[in-house]
């Protein structure tokens, strides 16, 4: 940071004038980098949108962002039912339906019986799914990795720290 940038401040901390020990921003100014922030954040978003296109193309050149996130909820076993895909991704029913009878007719998702309850259908990714998927997240995690690892630990945790804060 430049010596003319404030230090970042714990979420809930008030910045503080090291001569007065009041808070440094208020008001506008306060309003001003809560601006900034939403922006960044949307830049960062748009970002993450691109990428999931990207991952989708990689996959299958048919596949729409929404269906590389249904298949990876899918593929993670985070999500293997569609009314699980429906909640974890907060879409509708019919979104859901049109993405896993895609992925289905593409050879990446097959739905099997449950073997809790064999009236229920549970959907796998097949090993194609995964092999995709695995060569999409390599090229993510390889850009993102590229510029964390030009950060120092102390700011990687004090981001991890700031991110869990705003997700509360």
């Known amino acids: 940071m430049s010596a003319s940038s404030p230090e970042p401040v714990a979420p809930g901390a008030a910045a503080s004038d090291p001569e ?10 306060l309003d001003q980098a809560v601006s900034r922030v939403e922006h960044e954040l949307g830049r960062l978003f748009a970002r993450i949108r691109v990428s999931w296109r990207e991952a989708a193309v990689t996959v299958h050149p048919d596949l729409q962002p ?3 996130q249904v298949l990876t909820s899918i593929a993670s076993g985070k999500a293997t039912s569609a009314s699980a895909i429906i909640e974890r991704l907060q879409t509708d029913k019919s979104a859901v339906s049109r993405q896993v009878r895609q992925l289905e007719e593409l050879g990446l998702v097959e739905s099997v019986p449950d073997p809790e309850d064999r009236r229920a259908r549970l959907l796998v990714a ?3 799914a995964q092999e995709r998927i695995a060569i999409a997240r390599a090229r993510y995690e390889g850009r993102i990795g590229e510029r964390l690892r030009t950060w120092s630990p102390a700011d990687l945790d004090h981001f991890v720290e700031l991110l869990g804060a705003l997700g509360r």
């Open 66 to 68: 929404l269906g590389y």
């Open 126 to 128: 097949t090993d194609l």
């Open 20 to 29: 007065t020990g009041d808070g440094v921003l208020e008001g506008s100014e």
